[in-house]
């Protein structure tokens, strides 16, 4: 069955340039124009994927994500106008997993729905051990055990963490923030910042040219995620 993506926008010629390019490579498209009707759908529909604009003339979507988020772990790409770092990082707070401005590329658009979906299908039946680019580096989530062009890898816990982090959710932005909180609870001491320095190592570590990353990419303004594959 092809997954039924839920895509929300009240600019009408955008949904309907969206939802062609969508439908062309075989996915099942809801279009909603208002907040109202988007929530009918999605308790309707139970989508697989949402993309979601901002500024509705309704509800925000913000508040939508917040109400999707608690219900449901359906991906969630939000559409924005707005470019400040801190629009950015706010909807990712609220639940989002990535962000897209406009004006954009359906065809973008189209490409990151596409990953995320065989992502999360990927994470799916390797839920424990996660490999990228060709077992060029494995994951083993209970062993703690990282290997890399099968040689093990000497991570310390908390550079452990950061990855596992990032590896089990490959293309979702993460602030500083969120990743101290995932990785080390809300009570840990240190500053978001630390959070640096753990990925500065792990590049050490696990690529092979810091100006090319194959697995960590900085997030400029917002944070890093994780682009293996």
């Known amino acids: 069955m092809n997954e039924k993506i839920l895509l929300v926008d009240d600019e009408i010629n955008l949904l309907n340039v969206v939802k062609d390019y969508l439908t062309l490579e075989s996915y099942e498209v809801y279009v909603a124009d208002n907040g109202k009707r988007a929530m009918e759908l999605f308790k309707e529909i139970q989508p697989d994927f949402i993309i979601l604009d901002l500024m509705l003339p309704d509800i925000s979507g913000e508040e939508i994500c917040k109400r999707i988020r608690s219900k449901s772990d359906v991906p969630i790409l939000m559409l924005t106008a ?27 658009l189209v490409g990151r729905v596409r990953a995320i979906l065989r992502r999360l299908k990927g994470n799916l039946t390797t839920a424990d051990i996660l490999e990228f680019n060709a077992k060029d580096l494995v994951i083993d989530i209970p062993k703690f055990e990282v290997k890399k062009a099968g040689e093990i890898v000497n991570l310390t816990p908390n550079e452990f963490r950061v990855l596992s ?26 500053y978001d910042r630390t959070v640096d320095t753990y990925i500065k190592n792990l590049r050490q570590k696990i690529e092979n040219s810091s100006r090319e990353p194959r697995y960590i990419e900085t997030v400029y303004g917002i944070g890093y995620k994780f682009i293996g594959e």
């Open 82 to 108: 707005k470019n400040s770092e801190e629009d950015r990082v706010s909807g990712l707070y609220i639940g989002a997993d990535d962000y897209l401005t406009k004006p954009f590329s359906p065809r973008e």
């Open 165 to 190: 982090v990032l590896a089990q959710n490959p293309q979702r932005v993460f602030s500083r923030e969120q990743l101290v909180n995932i990785a080390f609870g809300y009570d840990f001491e240190g």
